[in-house]
């Protein structure tokens, strides 16, 4: 069992930054996959970011692409994510995810999942 805690949302104007964390339990999350997925208010959830077990390989949504960056640090058992240049669509809760096997960009595919974490950009 993997359990997974989201921190760092929080309240910023557009144009700013935040970087996301993902911290996970047990050492078997340093085999597993991760991504990074949203809910907007009256959204259904969506891809945001994927990166394979090892970080060597990643993947955005267009919505995203250059603003955001998805990395992991192995040794502390935990995803980020750094979001720049942030805009008001980009309010959500923000979730992370883990599965075992390759990295993909569908939501039903992930087994665990933090309880996400509030973004909010300001105007």
């Known amino acids: 069992q993997v359990q997974l805690v989201e921190s760092g949302g929080g309240l910023v104007q557009a144009g700013g930054s935040l970087r996301l964390s993902c911290a996970a339990s047990?050492?078997?999350?340093?085999?597993?996959?991760a991504g990074w997925f949203r809910q907007r208010p009256g959204k259904v959830r969506e891809f945001v970011a994927r990166?394979?077990?090892?970080?060597?390989?990643?993947y955005y949504a267009d919505s995203v692409k250059g603003r955001f960056t998805i990395s992991r640090d192995n040794a502390k058992y935990t995803v980020y994510l750094k979001m720049n240049s942030l805009k008001p669509e980009d309010t959500a809760v923000y979730y992370c995810?883990?599965?075992?096997?390759?990295?993909?960009?569908?939501?039903?595919?992930?087994?665990?999942w933090g309880q996400g974490t509030q973004v909010t950009v300001s105007s």
């Open positions: 047990g050492r078997i999350f340093s085999s597993y996959a």
């Open positions: 990166i394979n077990f090892s970080g060597s390989s990643t």
């Open positions: 995810a883990g599965k075992p096997r390759s990295a993909t960009v569908a939501t039903d595919e992930y087994d665990y």
